[in-house]
């Protein structure tokens, strides 16, 4: 992960969202889950809200994280007998069916993959066909391309239950918006330039939502001339190449939102605007490796041309 990068993003993106005239209750950046983590929350709970978040992102990193030795998803990998809660359990079916709905493309069981990469020990290179079946077949748990976006809808859930106003949190590129700015007007959430600092397209999102990126240039190497990133095809073991730069997806379930734009990623501008028609229960905003942006019709952009995704094909 290149942090400077992902700081540098993190920032502009917040510039972008808290230049409303009102000072936030509380802010704070933390390091969670393997990304910097920036929580603005706005009334009187605020505080010790902040607290509840930091301890919840923590318990999430504790129980899901593939590399933390003791976690449930690290002891589920060594093939140990483990208990788990009616939440836990929840979490896995969810992800198992979102695996299903979008027909593998979301795979929650590519940890050996990854790691035959290197983009775990970041001791990056290319893996043998041999290595990628392997890896393939072992079906070890990471849940990388979704747990953030769950714990947005976790963090949604105690920002509602502690009173929270208001509130924008920004999960390493996951954000989730909790009500309106302070002004009563919609979060400006910025969608990143793959190619540069500033930004491709700004959406307008109010009210509890996700809105959520996955894009070849937010973790990647090169060799050889060849750049390879963080997003795999699970059928060929190799990084997505289908035309795309990044997939934002705006819905109201974190969880949903993230493992949908890693799908959506991996399906490519046709075959993911196909899934929407089919599953128009959230929106996207697709940049494509040619410069055309697409973008489905409830998706509030601005800030730049952009092509709509018709209902009919
Ligand atoms: P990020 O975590 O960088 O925001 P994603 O949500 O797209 O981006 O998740 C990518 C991570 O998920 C990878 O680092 C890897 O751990 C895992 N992963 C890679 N390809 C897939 C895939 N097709 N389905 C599910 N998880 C994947
Ligand atoms: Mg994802």
Redesign the pocket.
């Known amino acids: 992960m290149r942090r400077g990068l992902r700081l540098i993003c993190a920032v502009m993106v917040c510039l972008l969202l808290v230049g409303c005239g009102e000072e936030p209750e509380k802010s704070r950046t933390i390091f969670a889950m393997d990304t910097i983590i920036e929580l603005h929350l706005w009334g009187g709970n605020a505080e010790p809200c902040s607290d509840a978040l930091v301890s919840l992102f923590q318990s999430l990193e504790q129980t899901w994280s593939p590399t933390v030795e003791t976690s449930l998803l690290a002891r589920m990998n060594r093939g140990e007998e483990v208990t788990l809660t009616p939440e836990e359990e929840a979490l896995l079916a969810q992800v198992e069916a979102l695996e299903a709905e979008t027909g593998g ?4 069981r ?2 050996a993959l ?1 790691q035959a990469w290197g ?1 775990y020990s970041r001791d990056y290179r290319v893996p043998t066909q041999q290595e990628i079946a392997d890896a393939l077949a072992s079906r070890r748990w ?1 849940l ?3 747990l ?1 976006g769950y714990a947005g809808t976790q963090a949604a859930a105690l920002l509602e239950e502690m009173g929270v106003d208001r509130g924008i949190l920004n999960l ?3 954000v989730l918006t909790f009500g309106t700015k302070p002004d009563g007007t919609d979060w400006q959430i910025a969608i990143q330039d793959p190619d540069g600092d500033g930004y491709a397209a700004v959406l307008s999102v109010s009210g509890t939502m996700s809105v ?1 990126t ?1 894009g070849d240039y ?2 990647y190497f090169e060799m050889d001339g060849v750049r390879y990133h ?5 059928e060929t073991g190799y990084p ?1 190449d289908s035309g795309l730069r990044s997939v934002t997806v705006i819905c109201a379930d974190g969880l949903r939102a ?1 493992a949908l ?3 959506l ?2 399906m490519g501008p046709e075959a993911g605007s196909a899934f929407w028609r089919e599953h128009p229960d959230f929106e996207a905003v697709f940049l494509c490796s040619d410069g055309r942006i697409l973008a489905t019709p409830g998706a509030k952009l601005s800030g730049c041309v952009y092509e709509e995704i018709g209902y009919a094909q």
């Open positions: 493309a979301f795979h929650p590519l940890l990854s983009f990471d990388g391309a979704a953030k390493g590129g996951n959520v996955s937010q973790r963080h997003i795999l095809d699970p997505a993230d734009a890693t799908a990623f991996v």
